[in-house]
């Protein structure tokens, strides 16, 4: 059976087939990035600084990676780590290593940071992620920069939903904004020396890769004190390449598909709405069905992958679960689309 996939998170649709790519002699040099960075990182990682507005980046091999060095680096320093409550499971398993150490951990409602810890010894370290997949919404970052700033402590952005897709100046007509896709902060136009962002771009650019930016002397007391850098592999050369060619398509048409994703998320929700079926997550690529009460959720789930409409079942973190989501990209056909909403009509049809 042929299958409709709305799982994937490959929101632009780029897939980057090696015959594409430019072409590597080793996957590895067999060299920790401390002692030798995969050719091309570096062009790469200024790049996606550029990208970001932020000074200087620089590459890992996920954002697990970065996060997990990024809070071990916290250890045996008077800092307080404030969390949002809906953080993603990502970020909350790397900040488990900092509380492991002793490092004060806390949480706060989501999108509601109303103030800091009185606690003069500790500066604040609020971690947020950029879009949340749940609710759709962008973070108070304008905010959250404000009282961080003020303390002389860091905001860290986990922006891995939002790097390529959201961009400066969202306006009727371009939701996610233009300018290449910089992010949330790009998107709210903020900027700070105290804004460290980590981003996967294995979601809008297609690349099992991830990024940290920020201020360069951050930054470079990043690389200085990262045990990943020097106890694991770095990216592989075949990562990068995959990176330059998804930055390169996205200066070419990276608005284009952006735009395209855009329409495919409205058609998707006006799909829906003719239903009488109601979604959450405004115009994220990350679409939530609100289920009726006495609807189960793993038989809808499953009764839609036996009729060939590939969804995903998951716990919610800032609404209450469990939710059926359907992932959008920029290459979904109107025909997929309907298909999907009709299906699961008819599905809830029979059960009322």
Not at 105 to 120: I, N, R
Not at 292 to 300: F, G, N, R, S, V
Request: one cysteine or more; charged letters at 25%.
């Amino acid at each position: 059976m042929e299958r409709t996939g709305f799982a994937s998170a490959l929101y632009l649709g780029m897939r980057h087939p090696h015959r594409e790519l430019r072409p590597w002699e080793a996957l590895t040099a067999g060299l920790p990035a401390a002692l030798q960075a995969p050719e091309g990182a570096p062009e790469v990682a200024a790049a996606l600084a550029a990208l970001m507005g932020v000074e200087a980046a620089v590459l890992g091999v996920s954002s697990l990676h970065l996060l997990w060095d990024l809070f071990g680096q916290a250890r045996g320093r008077p800092l307080r780590i404030l969390a949002d409550a809906a953080l993603y499971p990502v970020g909350r398993s790397a900040i488990e290593r900092a509380a492991a150490s002793g490092v004060a951990v806390e949480t706060f409602p989501h999108h509601a940071l109303s103030g800091l810890a009185k606690d003069p010894r500790r500066v604040p370290l609020v971690v947020t992620d950029g879009l949340c997949p749940d609710c759709g919404r962008v973070a108070p970052l304008d905010r959250y920069l404000a009282l961080v700033e003020a303390r002389g402590g860091f905001l860290v952005l986990d922006d891995s939903q939002a790097l390529g897709l959201l961009g400066g100046g969202p306006a009727p007509g371009r939701p996610y904004g233009r300018g290449g896709g910089g992010g949330s902060a790009a998107f709210l136009g903020v900027a700070s020396p105290r804004l460290l962002v980590v981003s996967s771009l294995a979601k809008s650019f297609g690349v099992p890769l991830a990024v940290l930016g920020g201020a360069r002397e951050a930054v470079r007391r990043f690389v200085r004190e990262s045990e990943t850098r020097l106890y694991s592999s770095p990216p592989s050369v075949a990562a990068v390449r995959a990176a330059e060619a998804a930055l390169a398509a996205n200066r070419e048409h990276g608005d284009g598909l952006r735009a395209r994703l855009a329409d495919r998320v409205m058609r998707f929700r006006e799909c829906f709405a003719a239903a009488g079926l109601r979604l959450h997550g405004g115009l994220s690529p990350v679409q939530n069905l609100d289920l009726p009460a006495e609807m189960d959720a793993w038989t809808l789930y499953r009764r839609l992958r036996e009729a060939g409409v590939e969804a995903v079942l998951r716990r919610g973190a800032c609404r209450p679960g469990p939710l059926l989501t359907f992932v959008l990209r920029a290459d979904h056909e109107d025909e997929e689309i309907e298909g999907a909403a009709a299906t699961l009509l008819r599905f809830l049809r029979r059960r009322r």
